[in-house]
């Protein structure tokens, strides 16, 4: 347990001994190295409760604080009730050694109770290419399954096919219509059917593959043919494109596997058998009022057939019954609304907790100040995959990650072509290509550079004191970033790492500072500073990699160590 955890149950022990029970207690480092290395505001969010003045609630809490063992060597009050804490430097040597031996096992942790948690995401529509909105829930539900993962839990990742429903008929009538303009027909596109040039590419390719069973086929036939043979190729490409992205599925559910196993009307029945359906207009009806829905919901309609609403539940119920304690699901702004009746059909089936939902908010893409709309090959829209190809895969996925999920989103692509340290994810990649190069200017394998052989307590410089402290949050910052689902904490934390490491870095300039470089002649010292370099390498790789992104040995831009 770092310096920090235990501060924070300890100080935890004592607001419940003080009357408050279940605080949360914030531990943080103080901006200004001055006032100390940890600080909390605990007095004053007890002051409310106890109705106390904070700076006495404050004395009381240092009164009745045990720090015996908790690596603490000095406490007080300060301002208008904060406890600052300085921890003894062997507590800080401890925290990089602790670096250094787990290695990439450092960040991780394992929960008090561990689940089986599915994550589904993406889950386009058979229809078209994946789009950039498509791009920034794939990032961060590829982000959110491995925070989960890192913090213990076991996780699938799922993406839902949507293959079934009118828009699948739409997509094969308008292939039918683009292979019969290759046959020199006059068709037009259906109303509401897809336009997008990758139709016509999609025709010649049909067409090469199967044109005399197409010319054989009766109209009703091919749009049938054409349909099947449309969405397997557009399944195939989601799958390439996601790849390619870095983004691999557990696994691929089918809409029409809930139809085919007859899971809507098993799910109806079960629903019917609590007493919570009715029939009204001559359709049926859900009660999702009772269930904190703001008006009960149609699931069969008057002419028979099932609203979307009804396989969506069924696929759900689906989700609980293969053995997922909990489910998360990644869903674009459009669904904002659909949230609370999929929670209440939950609840009325009895997963009252199953379900969380994170939404995602559009993207717009943004060159020279202007927004790009329009894909060379999808039409209405920028694909994905054009958008990566250009930036890169660590600049896309880092680009969707650091901004809140729940945020609209701006995507510049003049910074994200920016190859300096003003694009955010290059400062932290050059941050770690800096601590490589280090290490071949020095002659080491980074594997090589252990606890065993390097005194710590020769690092008593104030910038590495600040520096081992940042490293030694990383796992508290992915086990907030898992619990909050937001990966933006994980990018923010790098940044600000990056930063450190950086201005650590120019400090020990040759040129200009020599007696703070990495590799001085010192013997013990270097072997303390290639130390302390390793730690940074661990954790800004550790944390790229949670994200999905490399971390590089080289860059284009090399400088001396």
């Not at 689906?318 to 998360?328: L, N, P, S, Y």
Request: some cysteine.
């Amino acid at each position: 347990m770092s310096p920090a955890e235990q501060l924070r149950a300890r100080l935890e022990r004592v607001a419940a001994e003080l009357g408050a029970d279940g605080v949360d207690v914030q531990l943080e480092r103080p901006r200004n190295p001055e006032h100390g290395d940890l600080a909390t505001n605990l007095a004053m969010v007890l002051a409310g409760r106890l109705r106390r003045a904070p700076r006495q609630i404050a004395d009381e809490i240092l009164a009745r604080l045990d720090l015996e063992g908790a690596g603490v060597a000095s406490a007080e009050v300060a301002g208008a009730g904060f406890i600052n804490f300085r921890l003894t430097g062997a507590v800080l040597w401890e925290q990089l050694a602790r670096v250094l031996r787990e290695d990439r096992a450092f960040g991780r942790s394992e929960p008090e109770d561990r689940l089986r948690i599915q994550v589904e995401f993406v889950s386009a529509n058979p229809t078209g290419p994946l789009h950039v909105a498509h791009g920034r829930g794939a990032a961060l539900g590829d982000a959110i399954a491995s925070l989960l993962r890192w913090t213990g839990h076991e996780v699938e990742r799922e993406f839902y096919i949507n293959d079934a429903g009118v828009q699948i008929q739409r997509l094969g009538e308008s292939l039918d219509a683009r292979w019969r303009q290759l046959m020199g027909e006059e068709a037009a596109i259906p109303e509401g059917g897809y336009h997008g040039a990758y139709l016509v590419d999609m025709a010649r390719e049909v067409d090469a593959e199967a044109h005399d069973r197409l010319v054989a086929m009766s109209a009703e036939e091919r749009v049938a043919f054409l349909r099947r043979w449309a969405v397997e190729r557009l399944e195939a490409e989601h799958d390439r494109t996601l790849r390619d992205f870095r983004v691999q599925m557990d696994s691929y559910y089918p809409e029409t596997r809930i139809y085919e196993e007859g899971r809507i009307a098993e799910t109806l029945r079960e629903l019917a058998d609590r007493g919570l359906t009715y029939e009204s207009e001559g359709a049926v009806w859900l009660r999702t009022t009772a269930f904190g829905d703001d008006k009960d919901r149609v699931l069969v309609k008057s002419d028979g057939t099932y609203t979307y609403f009804a396989p969506d539940i069924a696929y759900h119920r689906e989700k609980a019954r293969r053995g997922f304690q909990h489910a998360i699901d990644i869903w674009g702004a459009d669904h904002h609304g659909y949230v609370p009746r999929m929670k209440a059909a939950l609840a009325a089936l009895g997963y009252p907790d199953f379900l969380d939902v994170e939404i995602v908010q559009m993207v717009r893409i943004m060159r020279g100040g202007e927004e790009v709309k329009i894909s060379k090959r999808a039409g209405e829209f920028v694909t994905l995959r054009e958008l990566f190809e250009e930036t890169g895969v660590d600049v896309a996925r880092y680009f969707f990650l650091m901004r809140r999920s729940d945020a609209q989103m701006i995507f510049d692509l003049d910074l994200a072509l920016d190859q300096s340290e003003k694009n955010p994810v290059y400062k932290v990649q050059y941050a770690h290509a800096r601590m490589m190069s280090i290490f071949r200017k020095a002659g080491v394998e980074p594997s090589s550079i252990g606890v065993e052989d390097a005194d710590l307590s020769l690092l008593r410089e104030p910038v590495e004191g600040e520096l081992i402290k940042q490293l030694a949050e990383f796992p508290a910052v992915v086990s907030r970033a898992a619990e909050a689902r937001a990966p933006h904490i994980v990018c923010d934390y790098l940044e600000e790492t990056a930063g450190m490491v950086n201005s650590w870095y120019h400090a020990g300039n040759p040129s200009r500072n020599p007696e703070l470089a990495v590799l001085v002649p010192h013997p013990a010292l270097r072997r303390a500073r290639l130390a302390l370099a390793r730690g940074v390498q661990i954790v800004l790789r550790n944390g790229l990699e949670l994200l999905g992104l490399s971390a590089p040995d080289r860059m284009q831009r090399e400088e001396t160590a």
